[in-house]
């Protein structure tokens, strides 16, 4: 063995810069735009929803828009996102898991909910936002399935 090759793997151990890095979401937002501020609120990991805070991170995606897997994925079923039936038409999406992440995508109406997608092939589309929030950023909302912060991975 050469004699570097301990400490670069230490290095990587230690400081978890393995380089993970979500490939682009969605049809028009080439580089993961993240929702800034809008009339309902912002995008960010943490960001105030009332009692509650944000756990996910919004990536921009207008209505309609195809979806893609971010690396190569497999599926885990869908998300039920809402129980308040006047949000249907945003209520579903994608549990799934790759690169060693495990996390769901909100708001996407999936192809299918099981199997597995190639990195940039489609998972499915945008759901109608707008339709229930007039004037938000309509976006794909990324939650890690033990809601850390996935922001480092963008
Ligand atoms: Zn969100």
């Not at 393995?18 to 735009?33: D, H, K, L, P, Y």
């Not at 993240?34 to 509650?52: F, H, L, M, T, V």
């Not at 898991?97 to 299918?112: I, Q």
């Amino acid at each position: 063995m050469k004699n570097w090759v301990l400490p670069v793997a230490l290095l990587a151990f230690v400081c978890g810069c393995e380089g993970v890095t979500f490939g682009q979401i969605c049809q028009g937002n080439t580089f993961n735009t993240r929702r800034g501020s809008d009339n309902w609120g912002q995008g960010q990991y943490g960001a105030s929803r009332g009692s509650r805070s944000h756990q996910g991170l919004d990536i921009n995606c207008d209505d309609g828009s195809v979806v893609y897997a971010p690396f190569d994925v497999t599926l885990n079923g869908r998300v039920i996102v809402y129980t308040d039936p006047n949000k249907a038409a945003i209520n579903n999406g994608i549990n799934m898991e790759g690169e060693g992440l495990c996390f769901k995508f909100f708001y996407v109406k999936p192809d299918k909910v099981a199997g597995t997608v190639s990195k940039g092939q489609r998972l499915g589309v945008m759901m109608n936002m707008q339709s229930v929030y007039p004037g938000i950023t309509s976006h794909v909302h990324v939650q890690m399935c033990d809601r850390s912060d996935p922001t480092g991975y963008f």
